[in-house]
């Protein structure tokens, strides 16, 4: 089992920032990538970011430049810092965590509501 617990959600307005973080524990020999994904209101969860334990990182192209993942290995903790934020990016964000050997099986955390004023 892993176990995932986020922070850093909260209420931000139009063009702020937030950071969230993800600390991981357990049985993390077993992963080989982190993440982040959200899910608005009325709408399916989707893929935010992810990075490799190796620092190869891959966005949903709606983040790729206004969002950043990282990771800190030594910490076993991944972050999200998200920038020019918008309406649009306002949802429950869960961080995720999977072995790229096994897509189907992944862990998550308890999520952490982000939203953005107009």
């Known amino acids: 089992q892993v176990q995932l617990v986020e922070s850093g959600g909260g209420l931000v307005q139009t063009g702020g920032s937030l950071r969230l973080s993800c600390a991981a524990a357990?049985?993390?020999?077993?992963?080989?990538?982190m993440g982040w994904y959200r899910q608005a209101p009325g709408k399916q969860r989707e893929f935010v970011a992810g990075?490799?334990?190796?620092?190869?990182?891959n966005y949903a192209d709606s983040e790729r430049g206004r969002f950043t993942v990282s990771k800190d290995n030594a910490k076993n903790t991944v972050y999200l810092q998200m920038n020019s934020l918008e309406p649009e990016d306002t949802a429950v964000y869960y961080c995720?965590?999977?072995?790229?050997?096994?897509?189907?099986?992944?862990?998550w955390g308890q999520g952490t509501q982000v939203t953005v004023s107009s």
């Open positions: 995720a965590a999977w072995n790229s050997g096994n897509l189907s099986r992944k862990w």
């Open positions: 357990g049985s993390i020999f077993s992963i080989n990538v």
């Open positions: 990075i490799t334990n190796g620092g190869t990182t």
